[in-house]
Protein backbone atom coordinates (compact mmCIF):
# COMPACT_ATOMS: atom_id res chain seq x y z
CA UNK A 1 0.00 0.00 0.00
CA UNK A 2 1.34 3.36 -0.62
CA UNK A 3 2.37 5.39 2.04
CA UNK A 4 1.11 8.75 1.10
CA UNK A 5 1.60 10.55 4.90
CA UNK A 6 -0.58 13.67 4.01
CA UNK A 7 -0.51 16.20 5.66
CA UNK A 8 -4.27 17.87 5.71
CA UNK A 9 -4.29 21.48 7.02
CA UNK A 10 -7.47 22.74 8.43
CA UNK A 11 -8.69 26.39 7.83
CA UNK A 12 -7.71 27.37 11.07
CA UNK A 13 -3.82 26.70 9.80
CA UNK A 14 -3.63 23.84 12.11
CA UNK A 15 -1.97 20.68 11.31
CA UNK A 16 -4.60 17.74 11.39
CA UNK A 17 -3.36 14.85 12.90
CA UNK A 18 -1.67 13.01 10.40
CA UNK A 19 -1.63 9.07 10.30
CA UNK A 20 0.00 6.63 7.37
CA UNK A 21 -2.25 5.01 4.87
CA UNK A 22 -0.12 1.56 6.44
CA UNK A 23 -0.50 2.29 10.10
CA UNK A 24 -4.60 2.77 8.98
CA UNK A 25 -4.73 -0.38 6.80
CA UNK A 26 -2.81 -2.40 9.51
CA UNK A 27 -5.16 -0.85 12.11
CA UNK A 28 -8.53 -2.13 10.45
CA UNK A 29 -6.69 -5.79 9.62
CA UNK A 30 -6.48 -6.56 13.70
CA UNK A 31 -9.29 -5.03 15.10
CA UNK A 32 -11.60 -4.63 12.43
CA UNK A 33 -13.60 -1.40 10.68
CA UNK A 34 -15.41 0.96 11.49
CA UNK A 35 -13.12 2.04 14.50
CA UNK A 36 -12.77 5.46 15.93
CA UNK A 37 -8.84 6.59 16.46
CA UNK A 38 -8.03 9.33 18.64
CA UNK A 39 -4.13 11.47 18.54
CA UNK A 40 -3.32 12.24 22.19
CA UNK A 41 -0.96 14.72 21.22
CA UNK A 42 -4.11 16.97 19.40
CA UNK A 43 -5.96 16.55 22.49
CA UNK A 44 -3.31 18.22 24.05
CA UNK A 45 -2.22 20.87 20.91
CA UNK A 46 -5.60 22.04 21.46
CA UNK A 47 -5.51 23.06 25.25
CA UNK A 48 -2.56 25.06 24.41
CA UNK A 49 -4.15 26.94 21.24
CA UNK A 50 -6.81 27.78 24.12
CA UNK A 51 -4.44 29.05 26.55
CA UNK A 52 -2.21 31.28 23.68
CA UNK A 53 -5.72 32.70 22.59
CA UNK A 54 -6.32 34.16 26.35
CA UNK A 55 -2.85 34.85 26.61
CA UNK A 56 -3.14 38.55 27.26
CA UNK A 57 -5.65 38.92 29.71
CA UNK A 58 -4.52 40.62 32.48
CA UNK A 59 -5.74 38.32 35.17
CA UNK A 60 -5.51 34.11 35.43
CA UNK A 61 -7.03 32.03 32.60
CA UNK A 62 -8.18 28.41 33.23
CA UNK A 63 -9.46 25.80 30.28
CA UNK A 64 -12.36 23.73 31.40
CA UNK A 65 -13.00 20.35 29.64
CA UNK A 66 -16.90 19.91 29.03
CA UNK A 67 -16.65 16.04 29.20
CA UNK A 68 -20.38 16.26 27.76
CA UNK A 69 -18.30 16.09 24.09
CA UNK A 70 -16.36 12.62 24.84
CA UNK A 71 -16.36 10.81 28.14
CA UNK A 72 -13.81 8.34 26.79
CA UNK A 73 -11.97 7.45 30.20
CA UNK A 74 -8.45 7.75 28.52
CA UNK A 75 -9.29 11.19 26.85
CA UNK A 76 -10.57 12.43 30.36
CA UNK A 77 -7.11 11.20 32.03
CA UNK A 78 -5.61 13.12 29.37
CA UNK A 79 -6.85 16.14 30.37
CA UNK A 80 -6.42 15.49 33.97
CA UNK A 81 -2.35 15.13 33.06
CA UNK A 82 -2.78 18.80 31.41
CA UNK A 83 -4.35 19.88 34.84
CA UNK A 84 -7.36 21.67 33.36
CA UNK A 85 -10.86 22.00 34.74
CA UNK A 86 -13.97 19.98 34.30
CA UNK A 87 -16.94 21.39 33.26
CA UNK A 88 -19.71 18.59 34.48
CA UNK A 89 -23.72 18.52 34.20
CA UNK A 90 -24.56 15.22 35.60
CA UNK A 91 -23.31 13.00 38.84
CA UNK A 92 -22.37 10.31 36.53
CA UNK A 93 -19.99 12.69 34.48
CA UNK A 94 -18.38 13.34 37.71
CA UNK A 95 -17.78 9.68 38.48
CA UNK A 96 -16.22 9.10 35.08
CA UNK A 97 -14.04 11.93 35.65
CA UNK A 98 -13.12 10.74 39.26
CA UNK A 99 -12.36 6.77 38.25
CA UNK A 100 -9.70 8.35 35.06
CA UNK A 101 -8.17 9.99 37.93
CA UNK A 102 -9.60 13.30 38.16
CA UNK A 103 -10.11 15.56 41.51
CA UNK A 104 -13.44 16.93 42.19
CA UNK A 105 -11.59 20.13 43.52
CA UNK A 106 -11.26 20.74 39.48
CA UNK A 107 -15.09 20.34 38.78
CA UNK A 108 -17.25 23.71 37.61
CA UNK A 109 -20.56 21.60 38.30
CA UNK A 110 -23.98 23.10 36.13
CA UNK A 111 -27.03 21.15 36.53
CA UNK A 112 -29.90 21.14 34.41
CA UNK A 113 -32.12 19.94 36.73
CA UNK A 114 -31.01 21.14 40.11
CA UNK A 115 -32.52 18.68 42.27
CA UNK A 116 -31.53 18.42 46.22
CA UNK A 117 -30.92 14.85 45.52
CA UNK A 118 -28.02 16.00 43.12
CA UNK A 119 -26.24 18.29 44.82
CA UNK A 120 -26.59 16.04 47.56
CA UNK A 121 -24.60 13.29 45.59
CA UNK A 122 -21.86 15.83 44.20
CA UNK A 123 -21.50 17.46 47.15
CA UNK A 124 -20.64 14.14 49.12
CA UNK A 125 -18.58 13.12 46.29
CA UNK A 126 -16.37 16.20 46.78
CA UNK A 127 -17.47 18.79 44.48
CA UNK A 128 -17.60 22.68 45.81
CA UNK A 129 -18.04 24.96 43.00
CA UNK A 130 -21.49 24.77 41.76
CA UNK A 131 -23.12 27.34 38.86
CA UNK A 132 -26.83 27.91 39.63
CA UNK A 133 -29.44 28.62 36.78
CA UNK A 134 -32.71 28.90 39.06
CA UNK A 135 -34.36 30.17 41.91
CA UNK A 136 -35.36 26.75 43.51
CA UNK A 137 -31.93 25.32 42.10
CA UNK A 138 -30.03 28.03 44.71
CA UNK A 139 -33.03 26.53 47.21
CA UNK A 140 -31.97 23.00 46.88
CA UNK A 141 -28.09 23.81 46.73
CA UNK A 142 -29.03 25.32 50.34
CA UNK A 143 -30.17 22.77 51.65
CA UNK A 144 -27.93 20.20 50.23
CA UNK A 145 -25.18 22.67 51.47
CA UNK A 146 -26.51 22.59 55.37
CA UNK A 147 -26.96 19.06 55.22
CA UNK A 148 -23.35 17.63 53.97
CA UNK A 149 -22.33 20.82 56.22
CA UNK A 150 -19.24 22.08 53.52
CA UNK A 151 -19.12 25.76 51.76
CA UNK A 152 -20.24 26.01 48.41
CA UNK A 153 -18.48 28.45 45.58
CA UNK A 154 -21.90 29.30 44.29
CA UNK A 155 -21.78 30.79 40.52
CA UNK A 156 -25.20 32.23 38.88
CA UNK A 157 -25.82 31.11 35.30
CA UNK A 158 -27.16 33.75 33.51
CA UNK A 159 -28.81 34.17 30.07
CA UNK A 160 -27.37 37.33 28.41
CA UNK A 161 -29.97 37.38 25.80
CA UNK A 162 -27.46 37.97 22.95
CA UNK A 163 -27.86 36.85 19.21
CA UNK A 164 -25.92 34.06 18.41
CA UNK A 165 -24.52 32.79 14.94
CA UNK A 166 -23.71 29.17 15.91
CA UNK A 167 -24.98 25.73 14.90
CA UNK A 168 -26.43 25.36 18.46
CA UNK A 169 -27.82 28.71 20.18
CA UNK A 170 -28.57 28.96 23.66
CA UNK A 171 -28.82 32.17 23.95
CA UNK A 172 -31.95 34.61 22.75
CA UNK A 173 -35.12 32.62 23.34
CA UNK A 174 -33.89 29.83 24.87
CA UNK A 175 -35.32 29.96 28.17
CA UNK A 176 -33.69 26.61 29.67
CA UNK A 177 -30.14 27.63 30.40
CA UNK A 178 -29.39 30.32 32.64
CA UNK A 179 -31.23 33.26 34.59
CA UNK A 180 -32.03 36.56 32.83
CA UNK A 181 -30.54 39.32 34.71
CA UNK A 182 -33.39 41.30 36.17
CA UNK A 183 -36.21 39.53 35.36
CA UNK A 184 -39.84 40.12 37.26
CA UNK A 185 -39.41 37.05 39.83
CA UNK A 186 -37.05 35.38 42.13
CA UNK A 187 -35.67 33.49 38.91
CA UNK A 188 -33.78 36.21 38.42
CA UNK A 189 -29.78 36.16 38.08
CA UNK A 190 -30.63 39.60 40.32
CA UNK A 191 -32.50 38.23 42.85
CA UNK A 192 -30.61 35.45 43.44
CA UNK A 193 -27.13 37.01 43.68
CA UNK A 194 -28.65 38.69 46.72
CA UNK A 195 -30.00 35.38 48.39
CA UNK A 196 -26.51 34.09 48.01
CA UNK A 197 -24.96 36.88 49.43
CA UNK A 198 -26.51 36.64 52.55
CA UNK A 199 -26.84 33.18 52.81
CA UNK A 200 -24.26 31.42 55.29
CA UNK A 201 -22.55 28.05 53.41
CA UNK A 202 -22.79 29.72 49.93
CA UNK A 203 -20.14 31.73 49.33
CA UNK A 204 -20.49 33.99 45.98
CA UNK A 205 -17.80 33.29 43.03
CA UNK A 206 -18.72 34.50 40.42
CA UNK A 207 -21.01 34.46 37.00
CA UNK A 208 -21.17 31.98 34.09
CA UNK A 209 -23.10 32.10 30.49
CA UNK A 210 -22.69 29.15 27.66
CA UNK A 211 -23.85 31.28 24.17
CA UNK A 212 -23.35 27.82 22.13
CA UNK A 213 -21.87 25.14 20.53
CA UNK A 214 -19.70 26.13 17.04
CA UNK A 215 -20.57 29.72 17.28
CA UNK A 216 -19.21 31.42 13.82
CA UNK A 217 -19.05 34.98 14.94
CA UNK A 218 -17.55 35.95 18.09
CA UNK A 219 -19.13 39.05 18.54
CA UNK A 220 -21.48 37.41 20.92
CA UNK A 221 -19.05 37.30 23.51
CA UNK A 222 -18.05 40.68 23.84
CA UNK A 223 -21.66 41.91 23.55
CA UNK A 224 -22.41 39.26 26.64
CA UNK A 225 -20.19 40.81 28.65
CA UNK A 226 -21.05 44.06 27.94
CA UNK A 227 -24.18 43.32 28.86
CA UNK A 228 -22.91 40.97 31.95
CA UNK A 229 -20.56 44.70 33.09
CA UNK A 230 -23.82 46.54 33.02
CA UNK A 231 -25.33 44.16 35.34
CA UNK A 232 -22.77 43.49 37.97
CA UNK A 233 -22.31 47.93 38.27
CA UNK A 234 -25.75 48.16 38.99
CA UNK A 235 -25.89 45.15 41.54
CA UNK A 236 -23.29 46.52 43.08
CA UNK A 237 -24.80 50.06 43.45
CA UNK A 238 -27.43 48.42 44.83
CA UNK A 239 -26.15 45.47 47.09
CA UNK A 240 -22.97 47.26 47.86
CA UNK A 241 -19.64 45.36 46.60
CA UNK A 242 -19.29 42.08 45.95
CA UNK A 243 -15.99 40.09 44.73
CA UNK A 244 -15.59 38.78 41.27
CA UNK A 245 -13.90 36.01 41.38
CA UNK A 246 -14.56 33.84 38.36
CA UNK A 247 -16.17 34.64 35.37
CA UNK A 248 -16.73 31.85 33.14
CA UNK A 249 -17.57 32.88 29.51
CA UNK A 250 -18.79 28.87 28.54
CA UNK A 251 -18.09 27.12 25.56
CA UNK A 252 -18.57 27.60 21.62
CA UNK A 253 -15.34 27.36 20.30
CA UNK A 254 -15.64 26.54 16.65
CA UNK A 255 -13.71 23.34 14.64
CA UNK A 256 -13.24 24.06 11.01
CA UNK A 257 -15.23 21.04 9.62
CA UNK A 258 -15.06 22.97 6.07
CA UNK A 259 -15.55 26.65 6.19
CA UNK A 260 -13.45 29.21 7.94
CA UNK A 261 -14.32 29.92 11.57
CA UNK A 262 -12.71 32.08 14.07
CA UNK A 263 -9.39 30.69 15.84
CA UNK A 264 -9.09 30.75 19.77
CA UNK A 265 -6.60 33.00 19.11
CA UNK A 266 -9.26 35.37 17.00
CA UNK A 267 -11.98 35.34 19.60
CA UNK A 268 -9.50 35.60 22.10
CA UNK A 269 -8.01 38.95 20.26
CA UNK A 270 -11.89 39.72 20.10
CA UNK A 271 -12.89 39.24 23.58
CA UNK A 272 -10.01 39.76 25.78
CA UNK A 273 -9.63 43.94 25.37
CA UNK A 274 -12.61 43.93 26.65
CA UNK A 275 -12.38 41.77 29.52
CA UNK A 276 -9.59 43.77 30.70
CA UNK A 277 -11.71 46.50 30.36
CA UNK A 278 -14.26 44.87 32.70
CA UNK A 279 -11.28 44.15 35.23
CA UNK A 280 -10.37 47.79 35.10
CA UNK A 281 -14.04 48.60 35.62
CA UNK A 282 -14.44 46.53 38.34
CA UNK A 283 -11.52 47.12 39.60
CA UNK A 284 -10.07 43.21 40.23
CA UNK A 285 -8.45 40.67 38.55
CA UNK A 286 -10.91 38.00 38.57
CA UNK A 287 -10.12 34.12 36.93
CA UNK A 288 -11.31 33.92 33.20
CA UNK A 289 -12.72 30.15 32.45
CA UNK A 290 -13.63 28.83 29.36
CA UNK A 291 -15.20 25.40 28.85
CA UNK A 292 -14.58 23.64 25.93
CA UNK A 293 -16.00 20.26 24.31
CA UNK A 294 -16.03 20.18 20.91
CA UNK A 295 -12.74 22.60 20.00
CA UNK A 296 -11.04 20.05 22.48
CA UNK A 297 -11.80 16.97 21.25
CA UNK A 298 -12.91 16.64 17.33
CA UNK A 299 -9.93 17.61 15.38
CA UNK A 300 -7.78 14.97 17.75
CA UNK A 301 -10.20 11.64 16.14
CA UNK A 302 -11.27 10.15 12.90
CA UNK A 303 -13.42 7.38 12.01
CA UNK A 304 -12.45 4.74 10.09
CA UNK A 305 -14.68 2.73 7.82
CA UNK A 306 -14.51 0.42 4.70
CA UNK A 307 -15.99 0.88 1.29
CA UNK A 308 -17.92 -2.30 1.02
CA UNK A 309 -19.44 -2.22 -2.25
CA UNK A 310 -20.12 0.55 -5.34
CA UNK A 311 -23.09 1.17 -7.22
CA UNK A 312 -23.42 3.38 -10.42
CA UNK A 313 -27.66 4.93 -10.59
CA UNK A 314 -28.39 7.36 -12.77
CA UNK A 315 -25.15 9.83 -13.15
CA UNK A 316 -24.04 9.29 -9.53
CA UNK A 317 -21.49 6.80 -8.33
CA UNK A 318 -23.20 5.51 -4.56
CA UNK A 319 -20.10 4.74 -2.11
CA UNK A 320 -21.40 2.10 0.71
CA UNK A 321 -19.19 2.41 3.65
CA UNK A 322 -19.85 0.19 6.43
CA UNK A 323 -19.80 2.57 9.58
CA UNK A 324 -23.71 4.57 9.51
CA UNK A 325 -25.19 7.15 11.33
CA UNK A 326 -25.53 4.90 14.21
CA UNK A 327 -21.52 5.88 15.14
CA UNK A 328 -22.11 9.72 13.53
CA UNK A 329 -24.71 10.43 14.74
CA UNK A 330 -24.84 14.58 13.54
CA UNK A 331 -24.45 13.60 10.33
CA UNK A 332 -27.93 12.34 10.22
CA UNK A 333 -29.09 15.07 13.12
CA UNK A 334 -27.97 18.46 12.10
CA UNK A 335 -26.51 16.88 8.41
CA UNK A 336 -23.28 18.16 9.61
CA UNK A 337 -20.33 17.64 6.97
CA UNK A 338 -17.38 15.61 8.19
CA UNK A 339 -14.33 16.17 5.84
CA UNK A 340 -13.80 12.86 4.51
CA UNK A 341 -10.93 11.06 2.52
CA UNK A 342 -10.21 7.78 0.56
CA UNK A 343 -7.33 6.14 1.79
CA UNK A 344 -5.71 5.91 -0.46
CA UNK A 345 -6.97 8.62 -2.52
CA UNK A 346 -7.37 8.78 -6.58
CA UNK A 347 -8.16 11.28 -9.18
CA UNK A 348 -11.34 13.10 -8.25
CA UNK A 349 -14.27 11.20 -9.73
CA UNK A 350 -15.91 12.56 -12.67
CA UNK A 351 -19.47 11.87 -11.82
CA UNK A 352 -21.29 13.25 -8.78
CA UNK A 353 -20.19 10.70 -5.72
CA UNK A 354 -22.46 9.98 -3.10
CA UNK A 355 -21.08 8.51 0.67
CA UNK A 356 -23.82 6.16 2.21
CA UNK A 357 -24.01 4.26 5.30
CA UNK A 358 -24.66 0.68 5.84
CA UNK A 359 -28.11 1.23 7.29
CA UNK A 360 -31.66 0.44 5.73
CA UNK A 361 -32.88 3.75 6.24
CA UNK A 362 -32.72 7.11 3.69
CA UNK A 363 -31.17 9.32 6.76
CA UNK A 364 -28.13 7.41 6.01
CA UNK A 365 -26.41 9.46 3.27
CA UNK A 366 -23.14 11.47 4.53
CA UNK A 367 -23.39 14.99 4.11
CA UNK A 368 -19.47 15.77 2.93
CA UNK A 369 -17.34 18.79 3.55
CA UNK A 370 -15.69 20.74 0.85
CA UNK A 371 -12.29 19.49 2.55
CA UNK A 372 -13.58 16.30 1.26
CA UNK A 373 -11.65 14.02 -1.09
CA UNK A 374 -13.59 11.02 -2.40
CA UNK A 375 -11.84 10.41 -5.79
CA UNK A 376 -10.15 7.05 -6.38
CA UNK A 377 -12.66 5.03 -4.28
CA UNK A 378 -12.84 1.19 -4.66
CA UNK A 379 -13.83 -1.58 -2.52
CA UNK A 380 -11.73 -2.46 -0.06
CA UNK A 381 -9.89 0.72 0.16
CA UNK A 382 -10.84 3.19 3.28
CA UNK A 383 -13.06 5.97 3.95
CA UNK A 384 -11.94 8.26 6.43
CA UNK A 385 -14.33 10.74 8.50
CA UNK A 386 -12.43 13.78 10.27
CA UNK A 387 -12.72 15.62 13.05
CA UNK A 388 -15.24 13.68 15.12
CA UNK A 389 -13.50 13.42 17.95
CA UNK A 390 -16.74 16.00 19.43
CA UNK A 391 -20.67 14.73 20.32
CA UNK A 392 -19.69 11.59 18.13
CA UNK A 393 -18.50 8.55 20.43
CA UNK A 394 -20.51 9.53 23.05
CA UNK A 395 -23.94 9.36 20.89
CA UNK A 396 -22.67 6.07 19.79
CA UNK A 397 -26.25 3.79 19.10
CA UNK A 398 -27.30 0.20 18.66
CA UNK A 399 -29.78 0.69 16.09
CA UNK A 400 -30.14 -2.24 13.37
CA UNK A 401 -27.92 -4.59 16.52
CA UNK A 402 -24.74 -2.50 15.57
CA UNK A 403 -22.36 -2.94 18.29
CA UNK A 404 -20.35 -0.43 19.11
CA UNK A 405 -16.74 -0.03 17.53
CA UNK A 406 -13.43 -0.03 19.11
CA UNK A 407 -11.88 3.15 20.05
CA UNK A 408 -8.26 3.27 19.48
CA UNK A 409 -5.36 6.02 20.37
CA UNK A 410 -2.19 6.49 19.35
CA UNK A 411 -0.54 7.85 22.60
CA UNK A 412 1.69 10.82 22.75
CA UNK A 413 4.91 8.12 22.25
CA UNK A 414 3.62 7.08 18.62
CA UNK A 415 2.13 3.55 20.34
CA UNK A 416 -1.38 2.47 19.39
CA UNK A 417 -3.53 1.19 22.30
CA UNK A 418 -7.21 0.44 23.15
CA UNK A 419 -9.43 3.52 24.87
CA UNK A 420 -12.66 1.62 24.26
CA UNK A 421 -13.09 -2.57 23.23
CA UNK A 422 -15.12 -3.24 20.40
CA UNK A 423 -18.51 -4.60 21.88
CA UNK A 424 -19.15 -7.60 20.61
CA UNK A 425 -22.34 -9.07 19.14
CA UNK A 426 -22.79 -11.71 22.99
CA UNK A 427 -22.46 -8.36 24.76
CA UNK A 428 -24.73 -6.15 22.72
CA UNK A 429 -27.35 -8.90 22.66
CA UNK A 430 -27.42 -9.30 26.60
CA UNK A 431 -27.55 -5.64 27.39
CA UNK A 432 -30.28 -5.20 25.38
CA UNK A 433 -32.48 -7.77 26.97
CA UNK A 434 -31.24 -11.64 26.08
CA UNK A 435 -29.91 -11.80 29.54
CA UNK A 436 -33.65 -11.86 30.73
CA UNK A 437 -34.65 -14.33 28.22
CA UNK A 438 -33.82 -16.94 30.38
CA UNK A 439 -35.52 -15.73 34.17
CA UNK A 440 -38.55 -15.82 31.87
C1 LIG B 1 -22.62 24.81 29.91
C2 LIG B 1 -21.84 24.33 28.73
N1 LIG B 1 -20.52 24.60 28.67
C3 LIG B 1 -19.77 24.19 27.64
C4 LIG B 1 -20.30 23.45 26.61
C5 LIG B 1 -19.40 22.98 25.50
O1 LIG B 1 -19.70 23.58 24.31
P1 LIG B 1 -18.73 23.31 23.04
O2 LIG B 1 -18.61 21.85 22.90
O3 LIG B 1 -19.39 23.96 21.92
O4 LIG B 1 -17.42 23.94 23.38
C6 LIG B 1 -21.68 23.13 26.62
C7 LIG B 1 -22.27 22.36 25.52
O5 LIG B 1 -23.43 22.09 25.44
C8 LIG B 1 -22.46 23.58 27.72
O6 LIG B 1 -23.77 23.28 27.80
Same mark, same amino acid.
Given at each position: ?22 ? *? %? ?11 LVDEATLRRKVSEIEQGFSHFKGAFRVAYSVKANFNPSVIKTFVSEGILFDLTAPSELAFVVKSGGSPEN $? ?17 ? &? ?5 ? +? ?19 ? #? ?10 ? +? ?7 ? @? ?37 ? !? ?28 ? /? ?25 ? $???? /? ?6 ? &? ?10 ? %? ?17 ? @? ?8 ? &???? *? /? ?25 ? $? ?22 ? &?? *? ?8 ? #? ?8 ? !?????? /? ?5 ? +?? #? ?23
Amino acid at each position: MVDTRTQPVSRTGVAAPRFSDRE *L %FSLAEKYGTPYFLVDEATLRRKVSEIEQGFSHFKGAFRVAYSVKANFNPSVIKTFVSEGILFDLTAPSELAFVVKSGGSPEN $VMYTSITETEAEYEQVLKM &GVRRIVV +ASYNGLVNLTEAAMKTNVSVK #TMVRVNPEVHVH +AELRGSMGH @GKFGLQFNGGSQDSAFYVLKKILSTPGLEFEGFHFHLGS !QIEDPSCYAEAIEKLEAFILGARRQLGDFP /LKVLDIGGGLPVSYGKKVPSPKDLGAK $VTEQ /LNSLVESL &GEKFTLVAESGR %FLTAESTVLVSRVVNIKNF @GESRYIYVDA &GYNV *L /LDSALLRHEYPVEVVPGGKPSPQKVVL $VGRLCDPLDVFPTSSRSKLGGAET &GK *LVMFRDVGAY #TIVMNMPFHS !QPRPPV /LMRSGQG +AF #TVARKAQDIDSLFADEGGDCLAAQ
